[in-house]
């Protein structure tokens, strides 16, 4: 998949198939990748993110997506 911004788009690491995902949403959409669960879970991010000196860790055992947010159309 090419963009205007990158040559192509890289691996989702959860995902089998390596790919991004994106829900539509009003006049928005999210964008999103699978979770530690290897699910699709409808762009539900996860709750139990813990921190860890500055940055976000998953845990194995999290149910969710990352969500990358909501952006404009």
Not at 17 to 28: E, F, V
Request: hydrophobic share 35%.
């Amino acid at each position: 998949m090419t963009t205007g911004f990158f040559k192509s788009l890289p691996n989702a690491h959860f995902a089998k198939t390596g790919i991004y995902r994106y829900r539509l949403k009003s006049n928005s959409y999210l964008l999103y990748s699978l979770g530690p669960d290897c699910r699709d879970d409808g762009a539900k991010p996860i709750k139990d993110v813990k921190p860890y000196k500055g940055a976000a860790w998953l845990q194995l055992e999290s149910e969710g997506d990352i969500v990358v947010g909501v952006n404009p159309i």
